[in-house]
């Protein structure tokens, strides 16, 4: 860490407020000025005597070497000390060295930063030059817009994917989960939504992914889209510090644009390494885990973090937050989809044996649920859909049995009818991230039964 992030870090007016004090009066508090020094060092964190009455939880701190100021999160406080989480392990560090306050981190986002990726601290990765700081400067740690004062969700938009809008489709400002084990599709369905039109801003934290597919999905799945685009990268080798700050530091951004009155779509890809790098923060600073090996703060921090999406005030504009959820060998129960699941207002479920068939993206239309899908449909929209979900399910709870010649057509005309248009639907849910999104999915489902109507009318006319 060099020392060109002072910028980004609010200047500590209350301690030259009190180190000017302690001039004056001759204070023993005038060793706040040269900040506390280290006391012992572990793997994971170093401890910090003789600043423990003037930090916070989640300040930051720098801590000086002679190679430069190096940041570091403060995740406990005791009375005689604070442990802090570098934010780069490895750098050169003794008992004694100087650790002096710094405040909460910010960041200034600034519509100049679209089109570029950054890291956690918002410093360039794209080798594109430097990225500018703007005056509005936010602490990447903050609360959530007093939610009596926000404006209400009612607003659908077309994400373009298919399956999403007919079976599950979505307002501006909801926030959505997207369920799945590991090489399912998550990433690729996040770079298909993150094309959806309905958005001035896309903000994307990329966490804990290998840095290939970030860069693969940087370069060629989003495309032209990242002009209106910002990427904050923390890759897999990067410190926990880094991976628990991608996504804060996204959010701040996507906030900053909100209030400019935009429609800001922020995705997350994926929380559940963000739980896992909060989970290596605690677990290095002490704290005891309570579900699953996952301590108490990661529960409180995940919905800390997806509250803040949602709409904004009256004049401001909305964050819709698309978020992916890694599930452990695909048990859609372990503690952190669990959690997500009640704080999210929709989730959709990818499902393996889609993906073996082939059915990309493998969206399960049954058990995928916008709760906002009503204010999204019309009517007659929903009155199809819950139609067609019975066409569905009567197809698959009979498939085994029509496999083996168990069904002789003609005996239950719904199955009949399931039979017929069931594998029309799936044919055109399917989906590539090359295939353009789609404008209007229910004429797009329409079109395909009609012609597959008038094929069928045809061959009886044929036959007769
Ligand atoms: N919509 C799609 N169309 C075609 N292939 C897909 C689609 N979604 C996923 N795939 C295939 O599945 C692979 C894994 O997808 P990915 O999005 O990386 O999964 P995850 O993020 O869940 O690990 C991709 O490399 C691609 O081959
Ligand atoms: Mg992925």
């Not at 168990?406 to 719904?414: T, V």
């Given at each position: 860490m060099s020392e060109q992030f002072h910028p980004q870090i609010e200047p500590n007016r209350k301690l030259s407020a009190l180190a000017g004090l302690a001039a004056r009066y001759g204070d023993p508090a005038h060793s706040v000025a040269q900040g506390g020094h280290v006391r012992t060092i572990a793997a994971g964190h170093y401890t910090v005597a003789g600043l423990s009455k003037h930090l916070h939880l989640g300040d930051f701190v720098g801590h000086r070497s002679p190679r430069g100021l190096h940041l570091g999160e403060v995740v406990r406080v005791e009375p005689e000390l604070a442990y802090v989480c570098p934010i780069e392990p490895g750098e050169p560090i003794a008992i004694g060295d100087t650790v002096i306050r710094k405040g909460a981190f910010r960041v200034g986002a600034t519509d100049s930063w679209c089109g570029r990726t950054i890291n956690a601290l918002g410093e360039p990765i794209d080798g594109?030059?430097?990225?500018?700081?703007?005056?509005?400067?936010?602490?990447?740690?903050?609360?959530?817009?007093?939610?009596?004062?926000?404006?209400?969700?009612?607003?659908?938009?077309?994400?373009?994917?298919?399956?999403?809008?007919?079976?599950?489709?979505?307002?501006?400002?909801?926030?959505?989960?997207?369920f799945a084990g590991s090489g399912v599709g998550k990433s690729t369905l996040l770079s298909m939504l993150a094309r959806a039109d309905a958005f001035d801003k896309v903000v994307i934290a990329l966490v804990g992914e290998r840095g290939r597919e970030v860069r693969e999905f940087i370069e060629d799945t989003?495309?032209?889209?990242?002009?209106?685009?910002?990427?904050?990268?923390?890759?897999?080798?990067?410190?926990?510090?880094?991976?628990?700050?991608?996504?804060?530091?996204?959010?701040?951004?996507?906030?900053?644009?909100?209030?400019?009155?935009e429609n800001v779509l922020f995705i997350a890809d994926s929380i559940t390494r963000f739980a896992?790098?909060?989970?290596e923060v605690a677990t290095a600073a002490g704290e005891a885990p309570i579900a699953r090996g996952f301590p108490a703060s990661v529960f409180t921090e995940l919905p800390k973090l997806l509250e803040r999406a949602g709409p904004g005030e009256e004049g401001k504009g909305t964050i819709t937050a698309i978020i992916s959820i890694l599930v452990d060998g695909d048990n859609h129960n372990d503690p952190i989809a669990d959690s997500t699941r009640g704080i999210l207002d929709g989730h959709i479920v990818l499902d393996r044996t889609l993906a073996d068939e082939g059915r990309y993206p493998p969206i399960n239309p049954l058990s995928s649920i916008s709760r906002l899908a009503r204010k999204a449909w019309s009517a007659d929209q929903e009155k199809l859909v819950s139609r067609l979900k019975t066409l569905i399910h009567r197809f698959e709870e009979t498939r085994d049995l029509r496999l083996i010649g168990?069904?002789?057509?003609?005996?239950?005309?719904?199955l009949d009818m399931a039979i017929k248009q069931v594998p029309i639907l799936y044919e055109v849910l399917k989906q590539t991230p090359s295939d353009r999104p789609t404008a209007d999915a229910y004429a797009d489902l329409a079109h395909a039964l009609k012609a597959a109507n008038n094929a069928g009318n045809a061959n009886a006319r044929a036959r007769a």
């Open positions: 594109l030059g430097p990225v500018l700081a703007g005056a509005d400067r936010r602490p990447i740690v903050t609360t959530a817009p007093p939610s009596m004062g926000r404006r209400r969700v009612e607003q659908g938009f077309r994400t373009g994917v298919k399956a999403i809008d007919i079976f599950a489709p979505l307002c501006l400002g909801q926030r959505l989960g997207i989003l495309g032209d889209n990242m002009a209106k685009t910002v990427a904050v990268v923390a890759t897999s080798d990067e410190s926990p510090m880094l991976r628990k700050m991608a996504p804060l530091t996204a959010m701040t951004i996507a906030e900053h644009f909100r209030d400019q009155g896992l790098a909060i989970r168990g069904y002789r057509a003609g005996s239950d005309a719904d």
